[in-house]
Nanobody, 112 residues
Framework: QVQLVESEGGLVQPGGSLRLSCAAS????????MAWYRQAPGKGRELVAS?????EYGDSVKGRFTISRDNARNTLYLQMNSLKPEDTGVYFC????????WGQGTQVTVSS
């Protein structure tokens, strides 16, 4: 049974950092494209970053966010630095190749 469990997000001040994790089970994430998406209030989901053969980032997070994976722990990470209020949203982990699968999402709020 495929599962993706994101770590708890939280409230962060502008300029701060936060690392999200996504623990995978039921498959080996090293064999698939994995990604982080986010959904801001009142907006659709947008790609934040993906990693597979190549690594890609959304324009708004380039240079600030880093996606990585620990294959031994079967876990995907998103390191977020220099956070801005516009980074606020629900962040989702996704198995983005083969049979697609979404995590449940975790709220990240950037506010002073």
């Amino acid at each position: 049974q495929v599962q993706l469990v994101e770590s708890e997000g939280g409230l962060v001040q502008p300029g701060g950092s936060l690392r999200l994790s996504c623990a995978a089970s039921g498959f080996s994430l090293s064999a698939y494209v994995m990604a982080w998406y986010r959904q801001a209030p009142g907006k659709g989901r947008e790609l934040v970053a993906s990693t597979g053969v190549i690594t890609e980032y959304g324009d708004s997070v380039k240079g600030r966010f880093t996606i990585s994976r620990d294959n031994a722990r079967n876990t995907l990470y998103l390191q977020m630095n220099s956070l801005k209020p516009e980074d606020t949203g629900v962040y989702f982990c996704k198995k983005d190749s083969g049979s697609m699968f979404w995590g449940q999402g975790t709220q990240v709020t950037v506010s002073s």
